[in-house]
């Protein structure tokens, strides 16, 4: 174990409901690839034992998993992923994170925290027997731990979507076996969304970066993986899971956290989403300039 190669990680960081999840397991189906979805919530959803894998049975029970965690360092360091999770792995600690503003103390748990994740990204390579993971934690902070305190391979993929039907998607319940995601009003969306992505943004000073519209990708999604693919050098050559221009083969895989869409296998066909006009839509100033400036029109 000690001696396994670091995998690459392809990060998608964005807002939630900018369809992560999508766009997460297409890239999974690249070969040599495995998508997770969110996975800095592996080890919490582990030990909660609440939500069902994306295989359908609780983490405790899924096969994977129990092979992942049989690692004896990883089993007796599961208290220690919680708490560097819980210390350091959200939004709010990006800024610190990028300027490495942390005292003695805060550094050591991060240094330990990030061996701990390599550690554990690293065996799930080895159980998938794959070379890349694709992760979709969204939150820039995940990201610069990945990079700076796991030293991993990392490329970033900001995925945007229009703003006013990210709104709109919070303010619909979307639930499925044990998943049941959080509602939020217009104006909290329109907050989040912009914080969120411009926190992104700084993603680029660290590490490959590339910026991804959903509405191009899901107008031409195989074609958009193929972009994708070009652009990282890993993928480069390899086939992926689509049968047309449109139409995906997902196959079962093993995700603790993320959109409830990620139970759905077999054939998909992906369809266009539409932008959404910014015009009366209530975005403030500063919030329509960003949404103009990723390409989305009055």
């Not at 899924?62 to 360092?73: G, I, K, N, S, Y």
């Not at 990210?166 to 076996?177: I, Q, Y």
């Amino acid at each position: 174990m000690a001696n396994s190669p670091d995998p690459t990680v392809i990060f998608i960081a964005g807002e939630g409901r900018s369809g992560s999840t999508v766009l997460d397991r297409c890239i999974g189906t690249v070969e040599g690839a495995a998508s997770f979805n969110e996975m800095h919530e592996i080890v919490h959803q582990y030990q909660r034992n609440k939500k069902r894998c994306s295989c359908g049975v609780y983490p405790q029970d899924c096969a994977f998993w129990r092979e992942v965690l049989a690692d004896p360092e990883l089993a007796a360091a599961l208290p220690e992923l919680v708490d560097g999770f819980e210390r350091y792995d959200g939004s709010r600690h990006t800024v610190k994170l990028l300027l490495g503003a942390y005292g003695k103390a805060d550094r050591e748990r991060l240094t330990r925290y990030g061996a701990l994740t390599a550690r554990l990204y690293r065996r799930i390579a080895e159980v998938a027997g794959v070379s890349v993971i694709v992760d979709s934690s969204k939150n820039p902070s995940r990201a610069l731990i990945l990079k700076r305190y796991a030293g991993l391979d990392v490329w970033c993929l900001h995925l945007v979507r229009n703003p006013v039907s990210v709104a709109e998607s919070w303010r619909n319940g979307k639930g499925a076996m044990d998943d049941n995601l959080p509602t939020y009003t217009q104006g909290q969306t329109y907050k989040r969304w912009m914080l969120k992505n411009l926190a992104c943004e700084s993603l680029r000073l660290t590490m490959p970066y590339k910026r991804v519209r959903f509405e191009q990708f899901t107008a031409a999604p195989q074609a958009g993986l193929t972009e994708i693919k070009q652009w990282t050098p890993v993928l480069r050559g390899r086939s992926d899971g689509f049968a047309s221009e449109s139409e995906v083969d997902f196959g079962p895989f093993h995700s603790l956290q993320g959109n409830p869409d990620r139970f759905e296998n077999g054939r998909v066909t992906i369809r266009a989403s539409r932008a959404r006009p910014l015009a009366d839509s209530g975005l403030s100033w500063a919030q329509r300039n960003l949404a103009t400036r990723y390409g989305y029109g009055a």
